[in-house]
């Protein structure tokens, strides 16, 4: 799995790897987002029915993880801990109520072999979101350039929810360029993988 803050190469890093190793790239399904975006689920929906939804499309996508899993490797960009570092960003909820909550899906869920954590700068993080293709930035990099608190709220908890799931290696990819991030993903991969 790849996982980390916006901003820091998940994306490009989980396709150079489906590349490299020939998985498939799974992200939550294009139903879920969606279904996300038409109903502004990030803005106008309160915290427990967001996070229900969450837990609904993380079920969802471990289930297609579990099928493809028989065929061929699996990188996640983007997991369970995605969601719930969101919620607790935002302090919608304390970490002891959010694993009250959802503990009891946890055995349903494939755990990661390893979770490649990808981290940078703030400034860093910030400058990659304005360079991206021109689009509508999503609701979390609107948060994002707005508030280093928030990236580094988000960061801490993505840190600590995608650690409870498996084991974690971490790529700190501020001075990198794509390619970069792509050959120290490999090789630290190679190294602890």
């Given at each position: 799995?790849?996982?980390?803050c916006?901003?820091?190469?998940?994306?490009?890093?989980?396709?150079?790897?489906?590349?490299?190793f020939?998985?498939?790239?799974?992200?939550?399904?294009?139903?879920?987002?969606?279904?996300?975006?038409?109903?502004?689920?990030?803005t106008?929906?309160?915290?427990?029915?967001?996070?229900?939804?969450?837990?609904?499309?993380?079920?969802?996508?471990?289930?297609?993880?579990?099928?493809?899993?028989?065929?061929?490797?699996?990188?996640?960009?983007?997991?369970?801990?995605?969601?719930?570092?969101?919620?607790?960003?935002?302090?919608?909820?304390?970490?002891?109520?959010?694993?009250?909550?959802?503990?009891?899906?946890e055995?349903?869920?494939?755990?990661?072999?390893?979770?490649?954590?990808?981290?940078?700068?703030?400034?860093t993080?910030?400058?990659?979101?304005?360079?991206?293709?021109?689009?509508?930035?999503?609701?979390?990099?609107?948060?994002?350039?707005?508030?280093?608190?928030?990236f580094?709220?988000?960061?801490?908890?993505?840190?600590?929810?995608?650690?409870?799931r498996?084991?974690?290696?971490?790529?700190?990819?501020?001075?990198l360029?794509?390619?970069?991030?792509?050959e120290?993903?490999?090789?630290?991969?190679?190294?602890?993988?």
């Amino acid at each position: 799995m790849v996982s980390g803050c916006n901003g820091v190469g998940k994306s490009t890093v989980a396709q150079a790897l489906s590349h490299r190793f020939g998985a498939v790239v799974f992200h939550y399904p294009v139903e879920f987002v969606a279904f996300r975006e038409k109903v502004a689920l990030d803005t106008d929906v309160s915290a427990l029915p967001r996070l229900l939804y969450y837990l609904g499309a993380t079920l969802h996508l471990s289930d297609l993880v579990r099928q493809q899993l028989t065929r061929s490797a699996v990188i996640c960009d983007r997991y369970l801990e995605s969601p719930l570092s969101l919620l607790l960003a935002e302090s919608c909820f304390v970490e002891a109520e959010l694993d009250r909550i959802c503990t009891p899906f946890e055995p349903y869920l494939c755990v990661p072999h390893l979770t490649l954590f990808l981290t940078a700068e703030y400034e860093t993080a910030c400058h990659r979101i304005r360079e991206r293709m021109p689009r509508r930035r999503t609701r979390v990099e609107q948060l994002v350039l707005e508030s280093r608190a928030f990236f580094d709220r988000r960061e801490q908890a993505l840190r600590q929810q995608a650690r409870k799931r498996g084991p974690l290696v971490e790529l700190d990819t501020t001075r990198l360029s794509l390619m970069g991030m792509c050959e120290a993903t490999v090789a630290l991969l190679e190294r602890d993988g």
